[in-house]
């Protein structure tokens, strides 16, 4: 009776300490988030420091990717560091790179245990982090929350495993899958609710991308619009093999302000470019897409985007961009955002000629969560 009372409170203990474990994961989870979209061309990741039950330090790491979640814990722990455990999103780094490694750092500070979420499949990294904290004598638990993390950081395992940025594609349809009215006139879809549930998005995006027909049928901003949330922008990118974006347009007038990146053809004339890039643009020079498709390259683009550090690419339109995404296999997450109300035949189609059951009944694709705002729905499907 005795070692049945004593097998009982060790099974306890131990379930106490795993629901410890997973609550402080799932904080450090949460701090990570709020990087998402500042931090390329590095992760979002997100650190919690604890001794004794008590959090003594938190960390995320910080616009432009620099300090790491690590070092930003340990410097608000300070010497309450030393025997205390790590809870981290992502392996510590233990290369050199523009700061020292942050495995390095955990040893020093004298961290007791390192729970970390995943495996960073970066070359540099790629468990020699975890290999030297255990060397160093510190415990060290992988795997906690691993689904959730490789969803947090699935624009750093894209770019390093496919050289490409994560693709989430955003559509905001009608009951009858329109996403315009006739003549490609703007018109407002979805409700209040449902488009700043967009914005946020926007805000955790590295960079927006839309095709010229876009730009020239609604001249939009492509900003992040929530209150207090304009440095959040992502970066602007349009695809525009011919370079036909208006002077005057919005995206053009407020390139200094909001990063604007244009991608253009390599056959682009030089003298258009040289007036974008004079008005505060970025001009990107990629092949054009095989005969006979009109467009650009769709894998040559993204890999110019990787180039450049993005690692979250959301693509909001128009139909045939997000149409030329889905037929290319390019769309790693899909946004659904569905209105009650009807537009009627003429209305832009969803998807241009491609039915939206591409995404809905996709053999890629399948349905990760549903939600409601307000009269709307969204839907989100992720690559299986």
Known sequence: MIFRILEDQVREKYRESQDADRRFMQLALTLGRRGLGRTWPNPAVGAVLVKDGVIVGRGWTQAGGRPHAEPEALRRAGEAACGATLYVTLEPCSHFGRSPPCADAIIAAGVARVVSAIEDPNPEVAGQGHARLRAAGIAVDVGLCAKEAACDHAG?????????????????????????AAGGKPLAITGEAARARVHLLRAQCDAILVGIGTVLSDDPLLTCRLPGMAARSPVRVVLDRSLRIPAGSKLVHSARETPLWLVASDLAVAPAAARLEAAGAHVIRVPAAAAPSPGLDLAAVLRALSDKGITRLLVEGGSRVASAFVAADLVDEAWLLRSPDTVGADGVAALDATPLSAITQSPHLKLRASETLSRDTLNVYERV
Request: hydrophobic residues 40%; positive net charge; charged residues 40%.
């Open 156 to 180: 750093h395992f894209r770019r390093i495993r496919d050289k490409r940025p994560h693709v989430v594609l955003k559509l905001a349809v009608s009951a009858d899958d329109k996403i315009g």
